[in-house]
């Protein structure tokens, strides 16, 4: 009698492909969580210096396209723009001055929110 071979019903290679993207993610968020902090005090007029864009989105409003951008600094701490485009992109190491709107904490992630950032000339 011949042995028939089973089907290899395992998942899919975008399938693995997403759940290592997910994997990623949650890894993502547990390293920052362990180690944001929250920035200065909410009024604070600041200079953040050599910030990494590590996320950039926008969406459409009634008011026109708002852009969120995630910069973090070398000790891993998450500061968050919300408002019109900042003209960088993902991966830039830059210097701005921003004002503190708020202390927040999302998925676990200290986050301080900025408001009127103002890039500044690298030299």
Known sequence: IETISKLDLGESKRER???ERE???VAEKKRDADRSDFIGNVGDRLVFE???VFFIADFETNWG???ITGLRDASGNVVIYSGKSIAI???DVLSIRATIKEHQVRDG???TIIARPHLLEEK
Do not use: D, L, S
Request: glycine share 6%; hydrophobic share 35%.
């Open 23 to 25: 994997a990623k993610i």
């Open 109 to 111: 992630v200290k986050q």
């Open 17 to 19: 492909e997403w759940k």
């Open 89 to 91: 992109n993902h991966g």
């Open 50 to 52: 050599n910030m990494t």
């Open 65 to 67: 396209i708002t852009y």
